[in-house]
């Protein structure tokens, strides 16, 4: 029987690991990232089998996202680092957030030791609802969209038998999709898919809050996260953020009519008809869980 | 008999200069860039019409007209990222004979770049290699090339060709390069994939925009403290090109998804009206004398014309395909 902690107790476990009470940057950005000291974000890297195929596709975002994060640091200071850790090792390592995990089962775990190790869990790949609600982690943030947000694709979208909702496809092109495809294919000779796309954001994430917040703990990184000014570019066209209910990425999804062979883009979801003035967030709450269905409870 | 030849000739002459057209003193022509067709669109402001075409020899991207007005240039690349090869060039098109006159090797990728004041150089971002390379114009001699940012696009060269400041769409930063040294003086965090940059006409401020930040953000010169965000839509705005009145008083801003040109107050920051163009605008360019804002729509292959005195769309022209930018020469 797991005890789910509260977020208040969760962020109580932080500031005894001693990170200073989180204050968030606001969102008149600073132009003073060049003046202070570098940050470097430690990230573990934890697969109870790396050598599936999406633990290996999500290990190629990761190298891609730390590459990025080291052409940043060329301008900004700091970075990120990637070190492949043990499950039982998290606690103790430094680090201040790991990702990895395919299996709904696995990425329970890994939110669970994350969250007893007071570090951030980056979810790249699992698109469990359990995880994201009746099983919710104040440590975990979802960057791969939830099973009820890809079911929503394929209903909103009207799409036929056999199509598929993924996260990301290497032949995406547009909002400069291409030129990602296209950097990530230089590199590594085969195509971003779903995992890799999901790694990648994770580092990307997290690198981005610890240049924007000027901090590489978790608990600051995590305050950030949730703070509700703050988004990111994921490359789909759309500011991308986390919903303060359940920690999931709100974002575009794409439906494909299969899953490989001569797949063909049938939609992006959700639909927004051109000149719609509605709220980006408000739109893309479209998919998943809202908070008022959510089983989700992380308050303090 | 001679002279009255003479007083005959000279009535002649006298009647032929009267019966001159109005419209043969054009305000100038419009080029613009179409990435998907390869080529350049030559529109005569006087008719708004297409009155040429000009192959470039590949994705054509950044186009900007020398400060003489003589040349347009226009940045072309190819399909093969990090690597240069003969489709990535900056081609030179001559306005008066629209010939295509010279290529410049600038690096892999060009997308957008800066023509300084005198005319002597050229800034280009080369996209897909995070760098800034300067050429010199005259004698296509490379002179620098300077790491910035990831993906970078924007290019700006100050009025008095001291300062280059060059956007870098996933780092999410613009790099300031002193033009003296070329080196890369500093760096700054902006919002969310920044696209275009632009000065002031007073060199004071620059303007830079933030596609899916949905802003503007506004750097002091002087001293790189970002003085102003500036919401454009509340936010929902996906802005792009940027292009500022003569005057300094009013800047145009093209979102490219939401379809609209922003007119912004440039001293208070306020947004005075939001017009509907075309489809995806992003290129937006201004005539000399203020009256007309050009706009490249990629997605509906025209470009829109706003009359800015009543902020109304007064034609659209079909171009090429996918167009991207313009640049206008009087």
Redesign the interface.
């Known amino acids: 029987m797991t005890t789910n902690l509260t977020r208040r107790a969760f962020l109580q476990r932080l500031a005894i690991l001693g990170a200073a009470t989180p204050r968030v940057a606001p969102r008149r950005l600073r132009h003073a990232a060049r003046l202070l000291p570098p940050v470097t974000v430690r990230i573990g890297v934890v697969e109870a089998t790396p050598s599936s195929a999406a633990a290996r596709a999500r290990r190629l975002g990761l190298d891609l996202g730390a590459d990025d994060a080291k052409h940043a640091a060329a301008l900004f200071g700091g970075g990120v680092t990637l070190e492949t850790l043990g499950a039982s090792a998290i606690r103790g390592s430094g680090v201040a957030a790991i990702v990895g995990g395919s299996e709904p089962a696995e990425c329970a775990a890994l939110a669970r030791a994350a969250q007893e190790a007071g570090v951030l869990y980056l979810n790249a790949s699992c698109p469990s609802d359990a995880l994201r609600g009746s099983d919710c982690r104040a440590a975990a943030f979802h960057v791969a969209p939830s099973d009820a947000m890809l079911r929503d694709a394929l209903q909103q979208t009207h799409a036929p038998a056999g199509a598929v909702a993924v996260a990301w496809d290497g032949s995406l092109e547009r909002f400069g999709a291409d030129t990602l495809n296209a950097r990530f294919r230089t590199h590594f000779h085969t195509d971003m898919d779903a995992d890799a796309w999901g790694a990648w954001m994770a580092v990307k994430v997290l690198w981005e809050s610890a240049l924007r917040a000027r901090a590489a703990g978790p608990s600051k990184l995590a305050a950030y996260l949730e703070h509700d000014t703050t988004q990111f570019d994921g490359y789909k066209g759309r500011a991308l953020s986390f919903r303060s209910w359940d920690h999931q990425l709100r974002q575009p999804v794409y439906v494909f009519s299969s899953a490989g062979g001569a797949k063909k883009l049938l939609a992006e979801a959700p639909a927004s008809p051109p000149g719609s003035d509605d709220p980006t967030r408000d739109v893309l709450d479209r998919l998943g869980t809202g908070a008022a269905q959510s089983p989700c409870r992380m308050q303090p | 008999m001679k002279r009255s030849l003479i007083r005959l000739g000279a009535l002649l002459g006298a009647l032929c200069g009267a019966w001159v057209p109005l419209q043969a003193q054009a305000a100038g022509y419009a080029f613009v860039s179409n990435e998907l067709s390869h080529d350049v669109s030559v529109i005569d402001l006087a008719s708004n019409k297409v009155v040429a075409t000009i192959p470039v020899g590949g994705r054509a991207r950044g186009i900007q007209v020398s400060p003489d007005q003589k040349r347009i240039y226009v940045a072309t690349s190819d399909d093969k ?2 690597v240069q090869t003969e489709g990535d060039a900056i081609v030179a098109v001559d306005v008066a004979t629209r010939k295509v006159v010279a290529h410049y090797r600038i690096g892999s990728d060009p997308e957008q770049f800066a023509v300084t004041p005198d005319g002597s150089k050229l800034y280009a971002s080369n ?2 290699g ?1 760098t800034c390379t300067a050429i010199d114009v005259r004698s296509g001699k490379y002179l620098a090339t300077m ?5 970078p696009e924007g290019v700006a060269v100050s009025p008095d060709g001291r300062w280059v400041f060059v956007t870098s ?5 613009v ?1 300031i390069i002193d033009t003296r040294s070329n080196k ?1 003086v ?8 920044p696209r275009a940059a632009a000065f002031t006409p007073d060199a004071s401020r620059v303007f830079v925009t933030a596609e ?3 802003t503007v ?1 506004v ?1 002091n010169t002087r001293t ?3 003085e102003k ?1 500036i919401s454009i ?4 705005g ?1 802005p792009v090109g940027i292009a500022f009145s003569r005057d300094g008083r009013r800047v145009y801003v093209a979102s490219g ?3 609209t040109l922003s007119v912004l107050d440039a001293a208070t920051y306020k947004t005075l009206a939001t017009i ?1 163009v075309g ?1 995806r605008p992003w290129g937006v360019a201004i005539t000399r004398d203020g009256r007309y804002v050009y706009t490249a729509n990629g997605l509906s292959n025209d470009v829109s014309v706003v009359d800015t005195s009543t902020n109304k769309v007064v034609a659209r022209i079909k171009v090429g395909e996918r167009p991207w930018g313009v640049a206008i020469a009087r």
Request: charged share 30%.
């Open positions: 990222p990090n996209e897909d995070g790491v910035v940012g990831i993906e769409e996933t780092s999410n930063s790099s890369v500093d760096n700054l965090l902006v919002d969310l994939r899916v930040g949905g953000t750097i790189h403290d970002i965000t839509e509340h936010g929902e996906k998804r939401t379809g509907p489809k």
